[in-house]
């Protein structure tokens, strides 16, 4: 079975190793017909500290790492930055 693949926005890379990444989901309610928009937080394993706040990564399922953690960054973009 493959193993599941999110985009989302890093929120916090407070921690050693961890990223705080903010997925976003669309769908159309059921009763309104109206698109609700829905956000999931996910702790995801970064080896090498390499993402910052704003950065858009993609993050795998993976084995348990920790208490918390059950996702892997596998790629990112770094947000552009404004001069």
């Not at 769908?27 to 704003?54: C, I, Q, Y």
């Not at 950065?55 to 953690?69: F, G």
Request: glycine share 4%.
């Amino acid at each position: 079975m493959p193993k599941r693949t999110l985009q989302g926005v890093v929120v916090s890379d407070k921690q050693n190793k961890t990223v705080v990444v903010s997925v976003e989901r669309r769908f159309t309610h059921p009763v309104l017909k109206k698109t609700v928009r829905r956000t999931s937080k996910f702790h995801a394993h970064d080896e090498s500290n390499e993402f910052s706040v704003g950065d858009t990564v993609w993050i795998e399922e993976h084995r348990p790492i920790s208490k918390l953690k059950r996702w892997k960054v596998v790629q990112g973009e770094k947000k552009k930055k404004i001069l």
